[in-house]
């Protein structure tokens, strides 16, 4: 079945780095996806990785996918206070049609 | 430029009135989607339309009817609003299927049923 798990809230301090985790139950994963919403605004991609693929780094942004356990978490290096918003977590499946399977997202505060 | 645009922005309504949500990309995207947002924050797929054609249905009250005139629009029409129906409706869009669903989000349609 498909279902997309993360921790609902992060808290971290302005500098630090911070680490959000996902859990997905569907082994024909392609890609899984790190989307962001800022408040009273639509979600935005960031970044995505091809379920093959271990890392990827991206300026601050680096995804790494644990595929035997089905484990993704972003990493946000020298988090900003613009960084504060809620990070989605998605898959998406072969013969998929384009769906995207979502997480409950995990709101991210960054604190001075 | 808006790239995939919603209007209104805010609806609020009475039980039992019927509604509809507008939306438009200009990105020249094959497929068009509605999302909807529960006060959780939780996200979940409605409809996809691929070139006017319904390709996803997911278990929506059929109240819940999406019309696409053109690839460029998605509307998103409620028949006799419940009080459940309040949430954040989100339109988006993504290219052609390659493999990686980029899908470009609208503002979102926060609907408010009293």
């Known amino acids: 079945g498909e279902d997309v798990e993360q921790s609902l809230f992060l808290s971290v301090r302005e500098g630090d780095s911070s680490v959000i985790n996902c859990t997905y139950t569907?082994?024909?994963?392609?890609?899984l996806y790190w989307y962001k919403q800022e408040p009273g605004a639509g979600l935005q991609l960031l970044t995505y990785?091809?379920?093959?693929?271990d890392m990827k780094q991206d300026q601050r942004l680096t995804v790494l996918l644990n595929k035997k356990d089905k484990h993704l978490s972003l990493r946000i290096a020298d988090t900003q206070t613009g960084d504060s918003a809620i990070y989605f977590c998605?898959?998406?499946?072969?013969?998929?049609?384009?769906?995207?399977?979502f997480g409950a997202g995990t709101r991210l505060a960054v604190h001075p | 430029d808006t790239a995939v645009s919603q209007t209104p922005k805010y609806l609020v309504t009475q039980m039992g009135n019927d509604k509809s949500i507008k939306c438009e990309q200009n990105?020249?995207?094959?497929?068009m989607y509605w999302y909807k947002q529960d006060s959780k924050k939780f996200l979940k797929i409605m409809f996809s339309?691929?070139?006017?054609?319904?390709?996803i249905n997911e278990t929506v009250p059929n109240r819940f009817s999406p019309k696409s005139p053109d690839k460029a629009h998605l509307n998103l029409h409620i028949n006799s609003l419940e009080l459940g129906d309040s949430a954040v409706y989100f339109c988006?869009?993504?290219?052609?299927?390659?493999?990686?669903?980029?899908?470009?989000f609208g503002q979102g349609t926060r609907l408010t049923v009293v």
């Open positions: 988006a869009s993504s290219p052609p299927f390659t493999g990686v669903t980029e899908a470009f």
């Open positions: 569907d082994s024909s994963s392609t890609y």
């Open positions: 990785i091809f379920s093959n693929m």
């Open positions: 998605a898959e998406s499946t072969t013969g998929g049609y384009n769906k995207l399977i």
């Open positions: 990105l020249g995207h094959d497929t």
């Open positions: 339309y691929n070139n006017k054609e319904l390709i």
